[in-house]
T-cell receptor, first 121, second 112 residues
Framework: DTAVSQTPKYLVTQMGNDKSIKCEQN?????MYWYKQDSKKFLKIMFS???????INETVPNRFSPKSPDKAHLNLHINSLELGDSAVYFC????????????????????FGAGSRLTVL | KNEVEQSPQNLTAQEGEFITINCSYS?????LHWLQQHPGGGIVSLFM???GKKKHGRLIATINIQEKHSSLHITASHPRDSAVYIC??????????????FGKGTKLSVKP
């Protein structure tokens, strides 16, 4: 029973298209994240959601929009795809957010999805 | 220069060897994470620590907040430990508060 699941695992599409990547977690965690791993394998946070509220928003293009219908889901929508969007996108969740506070031990341990490899042609 | 630096970038070891991967950072942090990325791409969180030392099986993570340095040790290494190990810090200050800042990873290959 997968804790954090992403779909699709692979996505090949043309420039200019609009696509979505879905993420679901069954851990009861409060916070979910999207990370981008570029061709050099460098991970960078894109944004996170805590109880349907955006709490971190890195300077990503506004073509990327996170959508969270409920606490267990954080979907990533990408409009007008560009070649540079090709990457692996990882969804993750944690029991509490990473911004401030003094959470109990283990509360901020991240659980990652398996990743979604997006290729834009 | 990246705010989180890992060394070495690549490491090849023989099965059974003791392995150390280092992480240095330049920002104030509230916690540091060690992650493992398998050859298939999946990422697993190994440790989160803000002081001292943690141990899980053959893995040991230490952190020295004053020196802004952390190490990940693997005892009695095994080929199944082959992976990329990533250090990430949780920034304490400013606009990036709460963000994780990642190192570029250390690729470990353990030969039988």
């Amino acid at each position: 029973d997968t804790a954090v699941s992403q779909t699709p695992k692979y996505l090949v599409t043309q420039m200019g298209n609009d696509k979505s990547i879905k993420c679901e977690q069954n851990l009861g965690h409060d916070t979910m994240y999207w990370y981008k791993q570029d061709s050099k394998k460098f991970l960078k946070i894109m944004f996170s959601y805590n109880n349907k509220e955006l709490i971190i928003n890195e300077t990503v293009p506004n073509r990327f929009s996170p959508k969270s219908p409920d606490k267990a889901h954080l979907n990533l929508h990408i409009n007008s795809l560009e070649l540079g969007d090709s990457a692996v996108y990882f969804c993750a969740s944690s029991q509490h957010g990473l911004a401030g506070g003094n959470p109990p031990p283990g509360a901020n341990v991240l659980t990652f999805g398996a990743g979604s490899r997006l290729t834009v042609l | 220069k990246n705010e989180v630096e890992q060394s070495p970038q690549n490491l090849t070891a023989q099965e059974g060897e003791f392995i150390t991967i280092n992480c240095s950072y330049s920002v104030g942090i509230s916690a540091l994470h060690w992650l493992q990325q398998h050859p298939g791409g999946g990422i697993v969180s190994l440790f989160m620590l803000s002081s001292g030392k943690k141990k899980h099986g053959r893995l040991i993570a230490t952190i020295n907040i004053q020196e802004k340095h952390s190490s990940l040790h693997i005892t009695a290494s095994h080929p199944r430990d082959s992976a990329v190990y990533i250090c990430a810090v949780r920034s304490k200050y400013g606009g990036s508060q709460g963000n994780l800042i990642f190192g570029k990873g250390t690729k470990l290959s353990v030969k039988p």
